[in-house]
């Protein structure tokens, strides 16, 4: 019988402590490589953003890119042709409401309009079941590069140089001559001549994804965003004038709505799923999956799309990721810009009144 004077320790209670030893160990370990601090070389999310930002200026309350922006409102107006390749109820015959952001590249939010010859729409679908589709799309081609690694490398490269303010000529030429892939967006870029509209614009989601249908059947497909308005005008602002994307957007609208074909266009066996540097070829499939629609605008100061996250790896059902790197690393930086950004608003004119309500 134990001495009730002098208890015994109950059996296995070391055990016990043991396992709780290695708990907090684990913990502490999966934080440290989370965070970065086991391997400070390591591309983390915050090491992305934190390029971006240096880049960019320190500007809060503001997305770390594409900091210039105006909320748009609107529809899809689905016709049900690319039902037979997914089965997400947004490709049903119908409408889904949605809304978009359209920016420029960047992370100066008084940046002039023509700082940078690309432009980008972003949307969010909202289906009646509550899932939702979320994209961010480019005006241009191909992407830069290949990997999130040399996407950080290239932000490096090109960073202002403090005693110029621009980038460094000879830093940046041994980037891209170090990076062939780099050549198709370099000679786009050579000759892009934008529009001075977004209206007029064709935007491209650059990285592929898969379609899923219901018998479970995968499509490869990227989709692009193609303009039902032709271009007005010679494409040219008025001298001087740097604020001129938001000002058509909103001359054009007053008007009536905006409209693009939501296109889809399938891989053929052996074109690059993975990398977004990487053109298909013209000839592949295309399938009109409906019309974007778009009838209002808000400044995105106090407009519904400040506080969407455009998280391109937010799919509906029937629709997946694919091994590209590139999306994952910009679903894990877009949530840490949108953590920064949402902790710092409160600095932006506009967000002391909370939506919703009336001042």
Not at 6 to 25: E, S, Y
Not at 257 to 273: E, K, M, S, Y
Not at 312 to 326: C, K, N, R, T, V
Request: charged share 20%; with cysteine.
């Amino acid at each position: 019988m134990q001495d009730p004077r002098n208890p015994r320790p109950p059996t296995g209670l070391a055990w016990r402590w043991g396992v709780i030893g290695l708990a907090v160990v684990g913990t502490a370990v999966a934080f440290g490589y989370v965070g970065g601090w086991l391997a400070p070389d390591r591309l983390s999310p915050k090491k992305m953003i934190n390029v971006l930002q240096a880049n960019g200026g320190d500007h809060p309350g503001y997305r770390r890119n594409h900091a210039k922006g105006i909320c748009v409102g609107g529809r899809f107006e689905s016709n049900g042709q690319l039902a037979a390749f997914s089965s997400a109820r947004l490709f049903a015959s119908g409408s889904t409401p949605l809304v978009g952001r359209f920016a420029i590249p960047g992370g100066n939010p008084q940046a002039p309009d023509s700082s940078a010859p690309i432009r980008s729409m972003a949307l969010r679908f909202d289906m009646a079941d509550g899932e939702q589709w979320r994209t961010g799309m480019n005006a241009m081609p191909v992407f830069p590069v290949s990997t999130p690694q040399d996407f950080y490398a290239l932000n490096v490269a090109t960073a202002p140089d403090p005693a110029t303010g621009k980038p460094n000529p000879d830093k940046a030429k041994a980037f891209f001559g170090s990076h062939p892939e780099t050549g198709p967006f370099l000679m786009w870029i050579s000759q892009a001549k934008p529009p001075a509209s977004y209206v007029d614009e064709t935007y491209r989601s650059l990285n592929a994804f898969y379609l899923r249908d219901a018998a479970g059947q995968r499509h490869a497909v990227r989709w692009q965003v193609v303009p039902e308005t032709p271009s007005t005008g010679d494409g040219s602002p008025a001298a001087g004038d740097t604020e001129y994307l938001a000002a058509d957007l909103q001359k054009r609208l007053a008007a009536g709505p905006a409209r693009w074909h939501l296109q889809f266009v399938f891989a053929n066996d052996g074109d690059p799923i993975d990398d977004a540097s990487k053109a298909w070829p013209e000839d592949r499939k295309v399938v009109d999956a409906g019309t974007i629609v778009l009838d209002s605008w808000q400044p995105q100061a106090n407009g519904p799309c400040r506080d969407v996250n455009y998280d391109p790896a937010i799919l509906p059902h029937g629709m997946e990721i694919s091994g590209d790197p590139i999306i994952v690393a910009r679903s894990a930086a877009y949530a840490e810009s949108y953590l920064r950004r949402t902790s710092e608003e409160g600095h932006l004119p506009g967000t002391l009144q909370p939506k919703g309500t009336t001042p």
